[in-house]
């Protein structure tokens, strides 16, 4: 039962992204995204990690595509741009991975996806949540500590610049 939800999340995803390449309209691009995003969750709920499902729903889902959508928007885009000259390397890089992964399917055979055994906890007690908290706050404390100050450093820069253009500062273009 697993391996059939895991073959229909992984179809679906493969499907709709795919679709989001090739729809010419941005809004249709921009919801086959947004299934695939869900497709994805659902990827992580069979695996058994709740937390990584809700954080692919609130980041993804919630922001990133909703930026997407802004930038889309933003644009207007009226005419349909067509790329015709890269429809041949993209087939190409399209037929090298199908044929890599042939050559993996043959050479490791088909394996049920590894899925943790209990639904809400893990060995020792702990919910995923929780064993990423531990891992995040005592293994990777600084790498964390460093991401932080990287984002407030952007967050403080971008205010900057807001004030600039708000006050008449910045040259108008």
Do not use: C
């Not at 729903?57 to 922001?63: C, D, R, S």
Request: net charge negative; glycine share 6%.
């Amino acid at each position: 039962m697993e391996l059939t939800f895991f073959i229909y999340f992984a179809f679906m995803i493969a499907v709709t992204s795919v679709m989001v390449v090739t729809a010419r309209n941005p809004i249709y691009s921009a919801v086959a995204l947004l299934i695939m995003f869900f497709h994805v969750a659902g990827l992580y709920v069979t695996l058994h990690a709740e937390f990584l499902a809700a954080v692919q729903i609130i980041v993804y889902a919630g922001a990133i595509l909703v930026l997407y959508l802004f930038v889309v928007m933003l644009l207007n885009l009226k005419q349909d741009v067509r790329y015709h000259r890269q429809w041949p390397m993209a087939a190409a890089v399209g037929l090298t991975l199908v044929i890599e992964a042939i050559i993996l399917t043959v050479m490791k055979g088909w394996t049920a996806p590894v899925v943790a055994t209990g639904t809400e906890t893990t060995v020792q007690g702990i919910s995923n949540a929780g064993a990423i908290g531990d891992v995040l706050y005592s293994t990777y404390l600084f790498p964390f500590e460093v991401a932080s100050l990287i984002l407030l450093v952007a967050m403080i820069g971008a205010i900057v610049i807001a004030k600039k253009d708000i006050g008449g500062d910045a040259p108008q273009v």
